[in-house]
């Protein structure tokens, strides 16, 4: 369990392919691998990935076909930058949101544009997710915690204040660039005791 509060950028070091599974390497600082170990989970751009390598600056990890088809790592290239978060430590704060690394789908992001000292960005709002995303409520995209500022049936928006845009890779996006999307768990919930309950209602008609 993460909580959506990026703690560096790294960048990929290395990636190995063969066929839908591979094998990614990223660079990393001393201070944030210094008590990280094989077995341990990091978020990379959002993605809980689980470490199978390490050395002072750097950790490997398996990507499975699952996560190749549902993430952006199908197109991830080398130096790419990404967003990294060590698990959740349950004996301190709960800042951002509860974030599971658990990816939907991806979307793309259609406009990019300054509001005073906020960068919004608009993406694409993917129909198997409708429902799931509602205005002032927490979505995370490439495993940053953020608030959504509008919705509408074919889109929405977030705002990223110049920490936000200088300490995570989404400052970097370019119009049509794909990225990570993790929904809020709650809205998950309701939204499935919502169409469960719709269910027996039709059945008892």
Known sequence: MFTGLI????????????????????????SLLADYAVGDSMAINGVCLTAVKKDQNNFTVDIMPETYQRTTFATAKMNDPVNLERALQFNGRLEGHLVAGHVD???RLVEKRVLENALIL???YPKKLQGEIIPQGSIAINGVSLTVIEISQRHFSIGLIPHSKDQTNLGKLNRGEQVNIE????????????QRANRKEMAYE
Do not use: M, N, P, W
């Open 122 to 124: 608009t993406f694409d």
């Open 105 to 107: 789908c991806t979307t």
């Open 7 to 30: 703690q560096e950028q790294g960048h990929i070091k290395q990636i190995r392919h063969q066929g839908q599974t591979i094998l990614l390497t990223c660079q990393a600082s001393e």
């Open 183 to 194: 929904t809020d768990l709650i809205g998950k919930y309701l939204k499935v005791q919502g």
